[in-house]
């Protein structure tokens, strides 16, 4: 599941999902992106290229 899909899960959803409340993810989500900036490529398979809103690795439901 990406960040998109589970931005507008109730608070309580989006705990049991992720672990940590909404608040918190987006404070280390900040603090992501602005260490790794989005010009920078990522070294891997260059055919797959990932949005910054989804490169967060989620736990599969």
Do not use: D, W
């Not at 999902?17 to 280390?28: A, G, I, S």
């Amino acid at each position: 599941m990406t960040y998109e899909q589970i931005k507008n899960l109730s608070e309580k959803k989006f705990k049991r999902f992720c672990e940590v409340k909404p608040q918190l993810f987006e404070e280390m989500a900040g603090v992501l992106r602005q260490k790794v900036p989005e010009s920078k490529e990522l070294s891997g398979n260059k055919k797959q290229k990932s949005n910054s809103s989804e490169s967060f690795f989620l736990p599969p439901i």
